[in-house]
């Protein structure tokens, strides 16, 4: 699937890039693995518009939370709506794991709300999935890990169904006493295995 995304993206860029070789302008976008280097022609895209759009590439979206949303635990240091970055605590910091569900939540509304052209709607669609699927995730994960729900962890997600794909670990939860235990397998066994 992620390999028509990119092909899609790639045939956007190209249809916006088309024309005399003057026109065009490259821009660099810098992500860990690398620079990425693209093309464009400012009479028919404007700057802006790339940078939204290159927002959804496989290069890029790995590392702006578009492709792969952050987990309940992040905690960016330096920025205020974090509390506790750097500290072990074996506990998840519930104040943070808002505000990661609540930006998972406005980029969900950002991508939304945004225009693309028409060839981008499959991408678009699809990290709308990604995202969605995100939140629910994680708002199954805290209700559980805050209200100790099991049918929080059971129900299915999309097209996931928890109940019957991670039956083995599902009744390990309820078999086990150990609070530690049972946050350790909530957080990282039962979020791989709906993952």
Not at 3 to 31: A, H, P
Not at 44 to 67: C, Q, V, Y
Not at 139 to 149: H, P, Q, T
Request: proline letters at 5%.
């Amino acid at each position: 699937m992620l390999w028509k995304l990119t092909i899609n993206l790639m045939t956007c860029l190209s249809l916006i890039s088309q024309g005399q070789i003057g026109d065009r302008q490259i821009v660099e976008y810098r992500y860990p693995g690398g620079i990425d280097h693209v093309w464009f022609d400012p009479n028919r895209i404007s700057r802006s518009e790339l940078d939204h759009w290159m927002k959804l590439s496989p290069t890029l979206g790995a590392d702006n939370f578009f492709l792969v949303p952050q987990m309940l635990d992040l905690c960016i240091a330096g920025d205020n709506r974090y509390k506790g970055c750097g500290k072990e605590d074996p506990n998840i910091n519930v104040e943070n794991a808002r505000v990661n569900l609540n930006e998972i939540a406005a980029r969900i509304d950002q991508l939304r709300s945004q225009h693309y052209p028409d060839e981008l709607k499959p991408v678009v669609a699809y990290v709308i999935a990604i995202q969605e699927f995100s939140l629910e995730r994680g708002a199954r994960e805290l209700d559980y890990l805050l209200n100790g729900d099991e049918a929080a962890l059971e129900r299915k997600i999309g097209l996931v169904d928890p109940h019957i794909e991670c039956q083995h670990l599902l009744e390990r939860i309820r078999d086990t006493n150990d609070p530690a235990n049972l946050d350790k397998m909530a957080r990282f066994d039962w979020m791989n295995c709906v993952w």
